[in-house]
């Protein structure tokens, strides 16, 4: 296992930048998760750390080794792709072992690294089947096994769990979870599932067109995201966003107003901002509570009642939308006029250019 670093990396095709200027730091043993929508750079960025592409610029270094011009067999890195990639007349014992088989692997211990990997992946009763016999979830456990078996400084997983249904991705992501805590071992991620983001990573790494847009645990990420983008990207359903003007100046918030928000205090970094600038206002659903005084007017349109919890949306004075998501199953009904609350501390200010006013 090692640390691994990227150094102000570039990487250009027929001259356009698709990764620009990323500088970020993983330690041994931690889990990151490159999160990101369809086309920001984040595969393509896992595929020059496991060299399968080359960096145009800046350097990679693996451990205390730069790794820029390292064939990608000898970086000490596994990675596991979206397709299993297995071969259907091998067993499954054949296919993990199939690397150390080609390298010349002595028998003995390639058979003991084979049963250790079905051991930590509970698939010990599984060895002797072909892929054809196999679910889709024990399919991808011998791809994570062959990868395993290679005992590497990094692993890397690149949308693994997107062929699976929505239930088993969930039971697989939990695997994917002991698994690294079982192996202690750094494993790079990429993803576009915020929600699979969240709930794997020690740190997660945000990308939008090639840049990093902002680095951090899921708990930081979700409540102090960097800017507009990363606000609307983390959480489920994402965060409202209003358009409010500044009304006060206070030494620790702002006084913010709208013509569908009555005027309230949200605590920010004042700055440069004056009374009359124009911001934008982040509240998460969760946050959102019906109040019979509440700020926020709204008329409902649709209602989603799941037992648990009413999602709510409705639309503002402007016809703007707005979603709430509250506790249980409440007794509204489409057209109702509603009003929420929220707690000023849990909303965030951005500001023209989209930048979070963190206090």
């Known amino acids: 296992m090692a640390r691994l670093q990227l150094k102000d990396v570039y990487k250009s095709f027929n001259q356009t930048d698709v990764i620009t200027g990323i500088d970020l730091d993983i330690e041994h043993g931690e889990f ?32 205390d080794e730069l790794c820029n011009d390292v064939h990608p067999g000898d970086r000490g890195i596994a990675m596991v792709f979206q397709s299993y990639a297995l071969y259907p007349h091998m067993s499954v014992y054949d296919n993990i072992g199939f690397n150390m088989r080609v390298t010349g692997t002595p028998r003995e211990v390639r058979d003991s690294k084979i049963k250790n990997a079905a051991r930590i992946l509970q ?20 791809a994570i096994g062959r990868a395993i078996v290679r ?19 969930v039971d697989t992501r939990m695997e994917l979870a002991k698994l690294h805590r079982d192996l202690g071992a750094t494993m790079i991620y990429v993803t576009h599932d915020q929600v699979e983001a969240m709930t794997l990573a020690d740190k997660i790494v945000v990308l939008n067109g090639g840049v990093v847009q902002q680095v951090g645990t899921p708990i930081e990420l979700y409540q102090r995201p960097a800017n ?44 440069n901002v004056k009374a009359g600038d124009r911001l934008t206002l982040g509240i998460r659903p969760q946050e959102l509570k019906l109040e019979p005084d509440g700020p926020i007017t709204g008329n409902v349109t649709v209602l989603e009642r799941l037992g648990s919890e009413t999602i709510v949306n409705a639309d503002l004075a402007d016809g703007k939308a707005i979603l709430a998501v509250l506790e249980g199953d409440r007794p509204l009904d489409i057209g109702s006029s509603v009003k929420f609350a929220f707690d000023g501390s849990k909303a965030v200010l951005f500001d023209g250019e989209g930048s979070a006013l963190l206090p």
Not at 39 to 59: D, H, Q, V
């Open 32 to 63: 990151v998760v490159f999160v990101g929508p369809s086309g920001c750079g984040k595969s393509t960025l896992l595929r020059m750390i496991a060299g399968l592409e080359t960096i145009s610029s800046g350097e990679l270094w693996i451990g």
């Open 123 to 142: 698939m010990e009763h599984l060895l002797e089947r072909k892929p054809s016999q196999l679910s889709g979830g024990q399919r991808q456990r011998v």
């Open 151 to 169: 005992e590497p400084r990094v692993f890397l997983f690149d949308e693994p769990l997107s062929n699976l249904d929505a239930a088993l991705r």
């Open 228 to 271: 507009l983008f990363v606000a609307g990207f983390i959480g489920s359903p994402k965060m409202n966003f209003i358009s409010v003007e500044v009304s006060d100046v206070g030494q620790g918030g702002l006084k913010v107003k709208s013509p569908d928000i009555s005027e309230c205090e949200v605590p920010a970094a004042t700055g």
